[in-house]
């Protein structure tokens, strides 16, 4: 049922666009109904606009708690106009169709996010529009349901070209969208509620996840592959989500999920200058340093081969040092991470070399304190469903380790220690570490088998290995491992136990002089 708009509703919390769209109605001659403050605005602009109150004949009461649930504004919007029986109930009822609902919510996201205290979030979780949205959607034979200012562009070329009238095909995109706009915000306010004011720790028998596209990918992990990024709006920590693009092209679907585990990682290490070089996933360098530039050099000293075409992130503020190192002959960078770049590391940046233009640079606040606004579950898709599970925050502590050996570590040994095992917590299983002077100097990552990681991470250490200490995110099933390990001349080792062959490896490391700890803490990563 297609026929011309000739009375549209109006309430909406973002203004953005709305009087030009009102005055364009109008112009169509559709009048317009509208409540509180919207009307107020659109009157401010000249819009001619009719009060709810006088549709309804109630008043707006209870602080704006009720407004629009009245039958003479719900009965507008979903009697069916092809059905004789709704048309003549609602003649009787004295009901004028509405037939054009423009509505969008409350700011619950914004309030939340501004720091607001409980009783105001609550105030701003929107009853009455949702309401309306509903109706009107599911009347989209008759009804043209507006929530995106996006949208009203598209809505007035379509009906200059209809004699007012909106399409079919139009009106079902907008009602789908509608329903996904009201399920975003029930999402997003049950994820509040839940966080804030039950027990966020326990398992909800429905989850609901909300998210809004935020760009379009070029492509997926591959060329074939289409791919979008959604940002999810009840984030509170630094985050790659929402970080600001300073500079170069825009971020691939690689971009994002490389420079998510390079910014993770780091956050690890908030208590010192630290960095974190990337490459498909896994840190290929990872050090801290008594300046960021000195982070960097160690971070690049790991695997220089790698670090080529990676992403590096920073636990501070880059200045010019950090940049001009970033930016010396031979290096190149896809994304560079950091809670804030002064203005001539900056332009160094950008300038420099060549790729400096393309360059993505990536702002996010400082990471101070991030743990308190961490979020609290991981969510990986499997074909058919979610698996979820409390996000991986635990550092080790040396209160946590029990010393295997008769050799206990020195304090060195022991403070490296607690750096490769926060290190190796950001490599994919089956994960080995080696370092040395707070610095990756070897990583085996993601091999079916843990003597085969250590393999690799040894080969990569070269030299570097002699003296190092090595991080393992699981225990040894066998000495193999270690045995490698301590013909490399790794002095110490830090895993969590728990294997049936302990023993094996705590006898092979006495036999080699070598110091092991267990920590009970497993950080698997698949």
């Known amino acids: 049922m297609t026929t011309a708009i000739r009375r549209a509703l109006i ?37 001619q606009v009719t009060d709810v109150e006088a549709v309804t004949g109630c008043p707006e009461m209870l602080d704006g708690r009720v407004k629009t649930l009245h039958p003479a504004i719900h009965g507008a919007l979903l009697f069916r106009r092809d059905n004789p029986a709704h048309v003549a109930a609602a003649s009787a009822a004295g009901m004028t169709p509405i037939d054009l609902l423009c509505v969008n919510l409350y700011p619950f996201d914004e309030t939340v996010r501004s720091g607001a205290a409980v009783e105001e979030c609550i105030e701003n979780i929107d009853i009455g529009g949702p309401a309306m949205i509903r109706a009107a959607a599911k009347n989209l034979d008759s009804v043209t349901v507006v929530v995106d200012p996006r949208d009203y562009g598209a809505i007035l070329d379509e009906m200059a070209a209809a004699d007012g009238a909106v399409g079919a095909a139009t009106r079902r995109v907008l009602a789908a969208k509608a329903f996904e706009h009201v399920s975003a915000y029930d999402a997003r306010i049950a994820s509040w509620m839940r966080g804030r004011l039950a027990d966020h720790r326990e398992m909800p028998d429905q989850l609901t996840v909300s998210a809004r596209l935020a760009y379009r990918c070029r492509y997926g992990e591959n060329p074939h592959q289409a791919a979008a990024f959604y940002r999810q709006e009840d984030t509170g920590e630094p985050c790659i989500g929402y970080a600001d693009v300073l500079n170069g092209k825009p971020l691939s679907f690689n971009n994002l999920a490389d420079a ?53 992130a920073f636990s501070r503020r880059i200045d010019a040092a950090c940049a001009r190192a970033i930016t010396e002959p031979g290096r190149f960078f896809e994304v ?16 420099r070399r060549k790729w400096g233009v393309g360059l993505r640079i990536l702002s996010v606040p400082a990471l101070e304190g991030w743990r308190d606004r961490a979020a609290t579950w991981r969510l990986r898709q499997i074909t058919g469903g979610l698996l979820v599970q409390e996000r991986d925050l635990r550092l080790i502590k040396e209160t946590d380790l029990s010393t295997a050996t008769r050799r206990a570590p020195t304090a060195g ?37 843990r003597v085969q990681s250590v393999r690799l991470a040894v080969e990569q250490a070269g030299g570097k290995a002699k003296g190092s200490v090595m ?20 002095t110490a080792i830090i895993q969590p136990g728990g294997s049936r062959r302990d023993d094996e490896t705590i006898r092979l490391a006495d036999e080699r002089g070598m110091a092991m700890v267990f920590t009970g803490v497993r950080h698997f990563r698949h």
């Open 11 to 47: 309430s909406v919390s973002d203004k953005a666009g709305v009087a030009d769209f009102a005055r364009a109605l109008t112009a169509m001659g559709v009048e317009i109904i509208s409540t509180g403050g919207t009307a107020r605005a659109l009157r401010s602009d000249g819009v």
């Open 260 to 312: 998510d585990a390079a910014l993770e990682a780091v956050k690890d290490f908030d208590e010192a200058p630290s960095s974190v070089i990337v490459k498909h996933m896994n840190p290929c360098g990872l050090a801290q340093g008594a300046t960021i530039a000195e982070a960097f050099a160690g971070a690049l000293e790991g695997d220089p081969v790698s670090a080529f075409g990676g992403i590096a």
């Open 336 to 351: 560079v991470i950091a809670p804030g770049y002064d203005d001539d590391a900056l332009e160094i940046l950008r300038t």
């Open 413 to 449: 040994e022991l403070a490296e220690m607690l750096f490769a095992v926060r290190a190796v917590k950001h490599v994919k299983s089956n994960a080995i570490v080696l370092s040395k002077d707070r610095r990756i100097v070897g990583v085996g990552a993601g091999q079916m088998n």
């Open 471 to 490: 991080a393992s995110d699981a225990f040894f099933p066998f000495a193999d491992g270690p045995e490698a390990a301590a013909n490399a001349g790794v």
